[in-house]
């Protein structure tokens, strides 16, 4: 489909008042509202189509976006096929927005303010371009010109071949004899013009916070990433020894099919001191991953998986950690109506060995935040719980489940940082082998950084004070953990 910006829309553009020009850059920096706004995990039929002059109405403020949010945002234009239109406004559950192929990516990406603000000569201030090897899903294939017929932007779905030249896409067309809301697959071709790009309010519904476990059982938290591909990479913790004191130096792959799975964390299940992985699958089964590095060829840690669950699918976020000081990762989760949950870990008592089968309501509220992840921040041997708000506030939550009533352990939090919505993903393990778990982050433009923890020599305790960049290119991979 081709963005059609005739005369008339340029003029139309131009005469934006210079209160309207500073009111959209400031919506276009992706500054997200200090409440986050949980997405459904599946489209909604959409409501009788509503046709609106333009200017469509104000969206609010920006929000982070999830892949999977994303896909049913963009889905729910399907159902109805939207016709193509540059003078009307769409209006559904998700907003208001112009029916044309900008206004259709600003619906799909959650990006506030009018509906009609957006078009591909403005949306690179809100994307940041990726490698086409790394397109994943809820990205999206970008061009503008001199030509305003040759403009024209798309949702990336995945890649129809393996060669990864023709992808599927979804997108707001009105050439190529069909008008509408389309999911299709594009030619290498028609590809090969086409810019990838990711919205930089993206995030990873399992990546964008967790736990960083000890893959080697050294003591030194590693790191482990699956590219869009479905390769997994090892990066084994080398801080005494790299340049600088960078942890993670040297990756390799040590597994393939990763891309089955739809969230991934780390922690030590079994209590042998080495990490193992967890993982769901769309369907909501729960996948658990020991750890045997010392003992599969090529020491490649994890290699056989069994079903350990069902029904996780009513989960949005899901971390490891050792919560009640018994050696064991448990699993600590919340659902999009901001409940929060803890399964314990009874992998040695549990019929068939499986760890988590057993949950209990132990919060209300955690919709507020948009990353959660558990980890033992003060070095008691309890995992506490980090989290940020789409704000980029960082707020901490000791664990006190000896001492809270009805043994709940994450009652009182408090605000210990602030700008960390310039990262993408946020991890947190015990980086440096002194028992207290730090902080890795990732940026958009794929640059890696590492937060040691001072909690005993900063001012009021606060652990995250100090950041320095560590690695590039990461935005290679398209979960970490």
Same mark, same amino acid.
């Given at each position: 489909?081709?963005?059609?910006?005739?005369?008339?829309?340029?003029?139309?553009?131009?005469?934006?008042?210079?209160?309207?020009?500073?009111?959209?850059?400031?919506?276009?920096?992706?500054?997200?509202?200090?409440?986050?706004?949980?997405?459904?995990?599946?489209?909604?039929?959409?409501?009788?189509?509503?046709?609106?002059?333009?200017?469509?109405?104000?969206?609010?403020?920006?929000?982070?976006?999830?892949?999977?949010?994303?896909?049913?945002?963009?889905?729910?234009?399907?159902?109805?096929?939207?016709?193509?239109?540059?003078?009307?406004?769409?209006?559904?559950?998700?907003?208001?927005?112009?029916?044309?192929?900008?206004?259709?990516?600003?619906?799909?990406?959650?990006?506030?303010?009018?509906?009609?603000?957006?078009?591909?000569?403005?949306?690179?201030?809100?994307?940041?371009?990726?490698?086409?090897?790394?397109?994943?899903?809820?990205?999206?294939?970008?061009?503008?010109?001199?030509?305003?017929?040759?403009?024209?932007?798309?949702?990336?779905?995945?890649?129809?071949?393996?060669?990864?030249?023709?992808?599927?896409?979804?997108?707001?067309?009105?050439?190529?004899?069909?008008?509408?809301?389309?999911?299709?697959?594009?030619?290498?071709?028609?590809?090969?013009?086409?810019?990838?790009?990711?919205?930089?309010?993206?995030?990873?519904?399992?990546?964008?916070?967790? !736990?960083?476990?000890?893959?080697?059982?050294?003591?030194?938290?590693?790191?482990?990433?699956?590219?869009?591909?479905?390769?997994?990479?090892?990066?084994?913790?080398?801080?005494?020894?790299?340049?600088?004191?960078?942890?993670?130096?040297?990756?390799?792959?040590?597994?393939?099919?990763?891309?089955?799975?739809?969230?991934?964390?780390?922690?030590?299940?079994?209590?042998?001191?080495?990490?193992?992985?967890?993982?769901?699958?769309?369907?909501?089964?729960?996948?658990?991953?020991?750890?045997?590095?010392?003992?599969?060829?090529?020491?490649?840690?994890?290699?056989?998986?069994?079903?350990?669950?069902?029904?996780?699918?009513?989960?949005?976020?899901?971390?490891?950690?050792?919560?009640?000081?018994?050696?064991?990762?448990?699993?600590?989760?919340?659902?999009?109506?901001?409940?929060?949950?803890?399964?314990?870990?009874?992998?040695?008592?549990?019929?068939?060995?499986?760890?988590?089968?057993?949950?209990?309501?132990?919060?209300?509220?955690?919709?507020?935040?948009?990353?959660?992840?558990?980890?033992?921040?003060?070095?008691?041997?309890?995992?506490?719980?980090?989290?940020?708000?789409?704000?980029?506030?960082?707020?901490?939550?000791?664990?006190?489940?000896?001492?809270?009533?009805?043994?709940?352990?994450?009652?009182?939090?408090?605000?210990?940082?602030?700008?960390?919505?310039?990262?993408?993903?946020?991890?947190?393990?015990?980086?440096? !082998?002194?028992?207290?778990?730090?902080?890795?982050?990732?940026?958009?433009?794929?640059?890696?950084?590492?937060?040691?923890?001072?909690?005993?020599?900063?001012?009021?305790?606060?652990?995250?004070?100090?950041?320095?960049?560590?690695?590039?290119?990461?935005?290679?991979?398209?979960?970490?953990?």
């Amino acid at each position: 489909m081709t963005d059609r910006r005739q005369q008339a829309g340029a003029a139309r553009l131009a005469a934006l008042s210079i209160a309207g020009t500073v009111a959209l850059a400031a919506a276009l920096a992706v500054a997200m509202p200090t409440q986050a706004v949980a997405m459904p995990t599946q489209a909604v039929a959409a409501p009788t189509q509503a046709l609106t002059p333009t200017p469509c109405d104000d969206n609010g403020g920006s929000r982070h976006v999830t892949r999977e949010t994303a896909l049913a945002r963009a889905r729910s234009w399907l159902s109805p096929k939207v016709p193509y239109s540059q003078q009307h406004c769409h209006r559904n559950q998700y907003g208001d927005y112009r029916m044309d192929c900008s206004g259709f990516l600003a619906m799909a990406w959650a990006i506030g303010g009018l509906g009609s603000d957006w078009w591909t000569g403005n949306l690179h201030l809100v994307t940041t371009p990726v490698a086409r090897g790394s397109l994943t899903l809820g990205d999206a294939l970008l061009r503008h010109t001199g030509d305003p017929a040759e403009n024209h932007v798309a949702l990336f779905v995945r890649w129809a071949d393996s060669a990864q030249t023709m992808p599927v896409v979804i997108e707001q067309t009105g050439a190529d004899s069909v008008e509408g809301t389309i999911e299709r697959t594009w030619s290498s071709d028609k590809a090969s013009v086409y810019t990838p790009v990711r919205y930089n309010g993206m995030v990873d519904a399992d990546g964008i916070s967790g !736990g960083l476990g000890d893959v080697s059982g050294d003591g030194y938290a590693d790191l482990l990433a699956t590219k869009p591909d479905g390769t997994l990479h090892y990066y084994g913790n080398n801080i005494n020894t790299n340049p600088d004191n960078r942890p993670y130096g040297d990756g390799r792959q040590i597994g393939t099919g990763w891309n089955g799975l739809n969230r991934i964390v780390s922690g030590d299940v079994s209590g042998d001191g080495y990490a193992d992985v967890v993982g769901t699958k769309p369907d909501g089964t729960l996948w658990y991953y020991a750890n045997n590095i010392n003992t599969n060829p090529d020491n490649r840690p994890y290699t056989d998986g069994r079903q350990i669950g069902t029904g996780w699918t009513l989960f949005n976020r899901l971390t490891l950690g050792d919560v009640n000081g018994d050696g064991h990762a448990d699993l600590v989760a919340t659902k999009p109506d901001g409940t929060l949950w803890y399964y314990g870990n009874n992998i040695n008592t549990n019929p068939d060995n499986r760890p988590y089968t057993d949950g209990r309501q132990i919060g209300t509220g955690w919709n507020q935040y948009n990353r959660i992840m558990a980890g033992d921040v003060t070095g008691d041997a309890h995992a506490d719980l980090v989290a940020t708000k789409p704000d980029g506030t960082l707020h901490y939550y000791g664990n006190n489940i000896n001492t809270n009533p009805d043994n709940r352990p994450y009652t009182d939090g408090r605000q210990i940082g602030t700008g960390w919505n310039g990262f993408n993903r946020i991890l947190i393990g015990d980086v440096t !082998g002194d028992a207290h778990a730090d902080l890795v982050a990732t940026k958009p433009d794929g640059t890696l950084h590492y937060y040691g923890n001072n909690i005993n020599t900063n001012p009021d305790n606060r652990p995250y004070t100090d950041g320095r960049q560590i690695g590039t290119g990461w935005n290679g991979f398209n979960r970490i953990f």
